[in-house]
């Protein structure tokens, strides 16, 4: 079975709310959602179709902004394989971007349960939590992404906009320039705030 996977650097779009607002700058939109990731193989090959067209279809919708669509692309995915994780990590971001957090946390809590290794799902609640106003569990969830994978970038964003509401100016920095580090240039808000913030930090020092 094929599947494909919205990218998460558009949920950065929120984190960096928080951390802009605390700066008195005004917030910049980042782009939902990047190109889906490289699709993965399975088994079921007629089971395969339906799901490929449904992914397919929901990452178009959610490209272009259309999350209303993109979610009931993915919800009938969900509904006919509940075990997809791709599905529910798609499912999860477009509930993230209609503030449907609490559905978007039940989505990816139920994918990592099904794939714990996935960094991203972490990053994704994450997110989450720093729009409900949970940095203590976003800072969990963060921490728990980069052990998954250190080279996850939009992870240590999130990590040094949280370390920042927490005044832990040293960790802050140190995320911060570890995802300057890793930072491919895809998304050039990111890029230029991560260097601001460094230069923020560096004054408080």
């Known amino acids: 079975m094929m599947s494909a996977k919205i990218g998460v650097l558009g949920l950065l779009a929120v984190v960096m709310g928080v951390a802009l607002v605390a700066c008195g700058i005004t917030p910049t939109p980042i782009p939902a959602a990047q190109p889906p990731a490289e699709p993965t193989q399975g088994t079921d090959q007629e089971g395969s179709s339906s799901i490929d067209a449904l992914l397919r279809q929901g990452n178009e919708y959610a490209t272009a ?6 979610a009931a692309e993915f919800e009938a995915a969900v509904a006919l394989e509940p075990a997809n994780v791709s599905a529910r990590s798609n499912l999860g971001v477009v509930y993230y971007r209609l503030g449907r957090l609490d559905e978007a946390i039940e989505q990816w809590q139920q994918a990592i349960e099904i794939s714990p290794a996935d960094a991203d799902l972490y990053s994704n ?10 940095p203590e569990v976003a800072l969990e969830h963060y921490q728990t992404a980069v052990e998954r994978d250190p080279e996850l970038a939009e992870a240590y964003f999130g990590l040094g906009v949280v370390s920042m509401q927490f005044d832990r100016i040293e960790e802050a920095i140190q995320a911060f320039e570890k995802f300057q580090e890793l930072d491919s240039g895809q998304d050039l808000t990111a890029t230029e705030l991560a260097k ?3 230069e923020q930090l560096e004054g408080q020092q």
């Open 196 to 198: 601001e913030y460094l």
């Open 65 to 70: 902004g259309d999350f209303v669509r993109a």
């Open 125 to 134: 609640l994450a997110a989450a939590y720093v729009q409900k106003g949970q």
